[in-house]
């Protein structure tokens, strides 16, 4: 078991003494459940970067990475209240909004990626994806990050390690160390850049071959991961220089998170195959989707037909157009990028002076908090983390952790977050981490 | 490529000469555009049976299988659109309205089934019953239908005959005729039963051993078989006897479409080991999911994490709940029952005085009619059928087709339909048979 699965687990509700409400879910979800936090939460309502608990205490949501522009925003809640009282059907009628979407969403990708397949997950785009990446080179093979995460369907499963409980990845999956690995030592660039061809050798003796390097720009589970930017370049021109292809999965850094850029991917200069997006695009409205070349979607559209009910549909078209509306009028991209420093800063002057602070890594508003053990090892401390987790809910702050060694804080907050909001986290967790 | 497949090539829009919101529809989703009829239609608005185009003409609404309580169903608006402007999370946290759903379809579904994954497709929910299915057995192979189509994530496409145009299925699925088959002769039951065991041999020889028998218990893209009820039983008890799974496949014939039940499976007398659900169930708002035992999905989830971002959303619970009370307060399965039973009437009749129509089949508003050539061999005509089609959409009538040979008309209007409206479908497909 993977150590992020171990810290989601022990702070995951356990079911022991479980009552009302609470016993209600685990009795419905069973085994599926996922329940937060060792005493789980009941939440009535959200608005902006707060949500609002049935026993009246409110939370700051640090652990947001859906509702993006801001819990209930009125533009998306109108833009879907609006839309799904006009019109919901199916991509097989053509209907305005949809392509206004597309079109828009196209003006922020690069020019080669003309064609956009929605879905409804992120996990059904980088299901696509994937097979994309095989019917156009004809490999098998897929390279990711030693604890990423990229879905739940079959085959995006196979290339989660981190969903892994038992077993082990198949042969056409190889994983390799994130960027903060020792062994890529100072120049992660060329470390990065040498572990993606050593997977692209193995797979060849596999007689796999290589379709592609599926990656997380911001490499949200293996533990945050963003400087220097530019690093993962190399990798990339590797795999595309063999005949592979790079597929960039934006549901976690793109649309604006990390300040810098709208796409993790422009931060580091790639010029990817494919783009999969999800999470943040709709607000909470399930959508997502995959931008390919016209002659690879083709490639892979020749040998199997692919049509998605709900995958397009004008409500979430609707929800997808008032969110990039709304990054754009309340700048939400530059707010991520000003407030995220902030907050970096803030993370990194609370380093300094705390023992139990190893690293603070982040762009925008995507930050991780490596914690550590109090000794001279400083060791990684997945329990430490669970404690700084529930003193922050304590102090009505919803955060999460990811990581190779589940010691990692995933610092994610609405790109809405005031710099007062971004003050009070800093108080807050100062309190935690120092008492 | 399959008959069914080669049907809906040819019905659909090949991009030839497009201009205005075509052309750019297909700029935007390239090789996966699915737009349907030569001439596309471009949609504005719907309410109950009817869709409204933007040139001013109206549709009625004969493909419907998703909005099926009726286009913009007022109540299903209100309670998405005050639920997105209140809350919208995920299921780390305990939210009241995702229960009361959750209770409220376990009310609908047999005891044994307690636990209910909420997804945001069919496909999803299809890929992890296989994959429960597979834990729960040990076993690899999967028995479905030979024009099937059960989703389009790559573990559900490669159940699903009917997506494949090229290549074949891989060897832990074995496709056995659907109950229309001649060999089955009149004894569909015994005859099913029979292909489901000769299948089970089949993927012992090869080492797989028996996961489930999937099957959609309307046989929708196959070609629509209803009668008699009762017929899936024996088969369904030969899988279970040797200690493979059912899974029952909801998505096209659940929620009171077939009007003598509110699931397909309950006409046929089985005990579903899984049950999967999608399309009608948010009407529109993407929601799916999956019911299976306790003990199943923890089976699965021993082996795999599995989370689903969108999937129980408070907001997709409450289209939910809303479309569940609308087919009760509406007595809307009662009615698919009442004016389905009257199109089904008066489709026999235009049979018996039509050559064109060869068979007619169906239970409440799910009704396949067979094309066949106006010779004395009375062969499946998928050419005709599709004439047939655009004749009905010039006069104003929406309609597919299904089948292992493409040459059934697919009837699958709205729960809420009317007789009259169903009488004036009459009229038209009278119209275009006969002219």
Same mark, same amino acid.
């Given at each position: 078991?993977?150590?992020v699965?171990?810290?989601?687990?022990?702070?995951?509700?356990?079911?022991a003494?479980?009552?009302?409400?609470?016993?209600? *879910? +685990? $009795?419905? +979800?069973?085994?599926?459940?996922?329940?937060?936090?060792? /005493?789980p939460?009941?939440?009535?309502?959200?608005?902006?970067?707060?949500?609002?608990?049935?026993?009246?205490?409110?939370?700051?949501?640090?652990?947001?990475n859906?509702?993006?522009? #801001?819990?209930s925003?009125?533009?998306?809640?109108?833009?879907?209240?609006?839309?799904?009282?006009?019109?919901? !059907?199916?991509?097989?009628?053509v209907v305005?909004?949809?392509?206004?979407?597309?079109?828009?969403?196209?003006a922020?990708?690069? @020019?080669?990626?003309?064609n956009?397949?929605?879905?409804?997950?992120?996990?059904?785009?980088?299901?696509?994806?994937?097979?994309?990446?095989r019917?156009? =080179?004809?490999?098998?093979?897929?390279?990711? =990050?030693?604890t990423?995460?990229h879905?739940? !369907?079959?085959?995006?499963?196979?290339?989660?390690p981190?969903?892994?409980?038992?077993?082990r990845?198949?042969?056409?999956v190889?994983?390799?160390?994130?960027?903060g690995?020792?062994?890529?030592?100072? @120049?992660?660039?060329?470390?990065?850049?040498?572990a993606?061809?050593?997977?692209?050798?193995?797979?060849?003796?596999?007689?796999?071959? !290589?379709?592609?390097?599926?990656?997380?720009?911001?490499?949200?589970? &293996?533990?945050?991961?963003?400087?220097?930017?530019?690093?993962?370049?190399?990798?990339? /021109?590797?795999?595309?220089?063999?005949? $592979?292809?790079?597929?960039?999965d934006?549901?976690?850094?793109?649309?604006?998170?990390?300040?810098e850029?709208?796409?993790?991917?422009?931060?580091?200069?790639?010029?990817? &195959?494919?783009?999969?997006?999800?999470?943040?695009?709709?607000? #909470?409205?399930?959508?997502?989707?995959?931008?390919?070349?016209?002659?690879?979607?083709?490639?892979?559209?020749?040998? !199997?037909?692919?049509?998605?009910?709900? $995958?397009?549909n004008?409500?979430?078209?609707?929800?997808?157009?008032?969110?990039?509306?709304?990054?754009? =009028?309340?700048?939400?991209?530059?707010?991520?990028?000003?407030?995220?420093?902030?907050?970096?800063?803030?993370?990194?002057?609370?380093?300094?002076?705390?023992?139990?602070?190893?690293?603070?890594?982040?762009?925008?508003?995507?930050?991780?908090?490596?914690?550590?053990?109090? @000794?001279?090892?400083?060791?990684?401390?997945p329990?430490?983390?669970?404690?700084?987790?529930?003193?922050?809910?304590?102090?009505?702050? +919803?955060?999460?952790?990811?990581? *190779?060694?589940?010691?990692?804080?995933?610092?994610?907050?609405?790109?809405? +977050?005031?710099?007062?909001?971004?003050?009070?986290?800093?108080?807050?967790?100062?309190?935690?981490?120092?008492?």
């Amino acid at each position: 078991m993977s150590k992020v699965r171990q810290i989601l687990d022990m702070n995951a509700f356990d079911g022991a003494g479980a009552t009302g409400a609470v016993a209600r *879910r +685990l $009795g419905n +979800l069973g085994a599926a459940s996922v329940l937060f936090y060792r /005493e789980p939460i009941e939440m009535v309502s959200a608005s902006g970067a707060w949500m609002m608990a049935k026993d009246g205490r409110r939370y700051l949501d640090f652990y947001n990475n859906v509702p993006s522009v #801001g819990h209930s925003h009125p533009k998306v809640v109108e833009a879907v209240s609006r839309q799904i009282a006009t019109l919901n !059907t199916n991509t097989r009628y053509v209907v305005g909004i949809v392509d206004d979407y597309l079109d828009a969403l196209k003006a922020r990708l690069p @020019d080669h990626l003309e064609n956009v397949v929605l879905t409804c997950s992120g996990s059904e785009a980088n299901d696509l994806a994937i097979r994309v990446a095989r019917a156009v =080179t004809g490999a098998r093979g897929i390279i990711v =990050t030693e604890t990423a995460y990229h879905g739940n !369907t079959a085959l995006v499963t196979e290339a989660s390690p981190s969903a892994l409980k038992r077993g082990r990845l198949p042969d056409s999956v190889i994983a390799i160390p994130a960027p903060g690995h020792a062994s890529y030592g100072e @120049d992660i660039s060329a470390g990065f850049r040498a572990a993606t061809e050593a997977a692209m050798a193995e797979l060849a003796r596999r007689g796999m071959g !290589t379709a592609a390097l599926l990656v997380d720009s911001i490499f949200s589970s &293996d533990g945050i991961f963003a400087d220097p930017a530019g690093f993962l370049a190399p990798a990339a /021109e590797a795999v595309q220089s063999a005949g $592979g292809l790079v597929i960039s999965d934006e549901v976690q850094p793109g649309f604006g998170r990390t300040g810098e850029a709208f796409w993790g991917f422009a931060r580091h200069g790639l010029c990817p &195959d494919i783009v999969t997006m999800g999470k943040p695009m709709g607000n #909470g409205f399930p959508v997502a989707g995959m931008a390919a070349r016209p002659d690879h979607l083709a490639a892979f559209c020749r040998e !199997t037909g692919y049509f998605n009910t709900f $995958g397009g549909n004008p409500v979430a078209a609707a929800a997808g157009l008032a969110v990039l509306e709304v990054i754009e =009028t309340e700048a939400l991209q530059a707010n991520a990028a000003q407030v995220g420093a902030h907050l970096l800063s803030g993370l990194k002057a609370l380093s300094a002076r705390s023992p139990r602070i190893a690293d603070v890594r982040g762009a925008g508003l995507f930050i991780g908090v490596d914690l550590c053990t109090a @000794d001279a090892e400083a060791a990684p401390d997945p329990e430490y983390t669970v404690t700084v987790i529930n003193a922050l809910r304590e102090a009505g702050i +919803l955060i999460g952790a990811a990581g *190779r060694f589940g010691a990692t804080l995933k610092v994610r907050p609405p790109l809405c +977050l005031t710099a007062g909001e971004a003050d009070g986290f800093l108080r807050s967790l100062t309190d935690a981490i120092e008492d």
